[in-house]
């Protein structure tokens, strides 16, 4: 392959990635504004309604997300009701979150978004499992925190 195909767009993987994902969250937003979430918070709750009482270190790790950009999630998800912060008994150094009862009660009616996405694409169950497979093992081949 030659420098101008090489540096082509439209040959680029990350870009690929890039823009399919943002789509792909357009198609969640009007979906999840019903619940009052934005797609990041979304999937902090999946997480949390997978492991409740999780510290937002190991948050961090599963969401590929700094506390930078977690706290003010998490600080407007408590302003919300859905979720609790406190520091870990055993180690001050830690904050643990956890769901509150409008958290917990949000997992039932939100167990619909999967399937209401999928309605929105044109693309086969099939198709996106295998890509959805690949993605991940991608991730954790290139991703360091997940090494451990």
């Known amino acids: 392959m030659n420098i101008d195909e090489i540096l082509k767009l439209e040959n680029q993987v990350c870009f690929a990635v890039y823009a ?4 792909i969250t357009k198609l969640y937003r009007p979906i999840l504004e ?17 492991r409740d009482g999780i510290t937002v270190k190991e948050l ?5 997300l700094d506390s930078g950009t977690l706290t003010p999630l998490l600080k407007k998800l408590e302003a919300a009701g859905l979720v609790t912060r406190t520091r870990d008994k055993a180690d001050e150094r830690n904050v643990v979150i956890d769901l509150t009862e ?4 949000m997992k039932k009616s939100a167990a619909a978004v999967p399937g209401r996405l999928f309605n929105e694409t044109v693309v086969d169950e099939a198709d996106i499992v295998a890509l959805r497979n690949l993605i991940t093992r991608m991730l ?3 991703s360091p925190q997940d090494a451990d």
Do not use: F, N
């Open 20 to 23: 399919c994902s943002r789509e």
């Open 34 to 50: 019903e619940y009052g979430l934005t797609y990041t918070q979304y999937v902090t709750m999946l997480v949390l309604w997978e």
């Open 60 to 64: 961090g790790r599963r969401l590929h």
């Open 102 to 105: 409008k958290g917990h009660g």
């Open 140 to 142: 954790a081949r290139i």
